[in-house]
Each structure stands twice: as C-alpha cells, then as structure tokens.
C-alpha cells in the first residue's frame, strides 16, 4: 500500500499547489498594474500633446482672420484676378475655335475656288 498517501502528504501538496498559484496571480496582478499606469501615463502624455497642437492650431487660426482681416484688398484682387483669367481663358479658347472653323472654311472654299478655275478635263 505505497501507492496511497496519507492525508498529511495531501494536504502539503494542496498547500504547495495554493502557493504556487498564489505566487502566480500575485504575478498577474502586478503585471496588470503595471500595464494599467502605463496607459495612465500614455493617456496623459497623449493629452498633454493633444493639447499643445491644439493651441498651435488656434494661434494659427487667429493669425490667418488677423491677415485676412488686414489685407481685404488684396484678397479680393487674388480672387477678381482668377475670375478675369478663367474669363480670359474661356475667350481665348472660343477665339482659338473661331480662327479653327475660319481656316477650315476658307481651305474649302480655295478648293471650291481652284475646281472652278481649273475644271478638271
């Protein structure tokens, strides 16, 4: 009868097995604080950062209403300016249009012209 143990036998390897799992979740726990001051600490630097670009982006946004409040005229001469030349592109092309179709019709009429001078034999 080797092959049985005695019941304080069992009861040490239960404590060993507590003890064991013990350690292990005492492990786990500092590992997930740990883990959670981490993110803590990413969660504040992140806001930290956050904050910094978005106090770049308001300076940035009152200095371009500063500019644009400082210089209208300019501004509304940038944007007459391309009004005039998508205007002027516009023409241009009509114009460029007009002397195509101009060519073409004197082209036929020297060919109507030249048959009518020269009639062929």
């Given at each position: 009868m080797e092959g049985r143990m005695t019941a304080d036998e069992r009861f040490d390897r239960l404590d060993r097995?507590?003890?064991?799992?013990?350690?292990?979740t005492q492990a786990l726990t500092q590992s997930s604080q740990s883990l959670t001051q981490y993110l803590l600490d990413f969660r504040q630097e992140t806001g930290s950062h956050l904050q910094t670009i978005d106090n770049r982006l308001d300076i940035l946004s009152s200095t371009v209403a500063?500019?644009?409040?400082?210089?209208?005229?300019?501004?509304?001469?940038i944007l007459d300016f391309g009004t005039l030349a998508a205007q002027l592109v516009r023409e241009q092309s009509r114009q460029k249009d007009t002397a195509t179709d101009l060519v073409t019709r004197v082209a036929k009429l020297e060919d109507i012209v030249s048959k009518l001078i020269e009639p062929a034999a």
């Open positions: 097995a507590i003890e064991e799992l013990t350690q292990s500063n500019l644009d409040s400082r210089i209208p005229a300019p501004t509304k001469a």
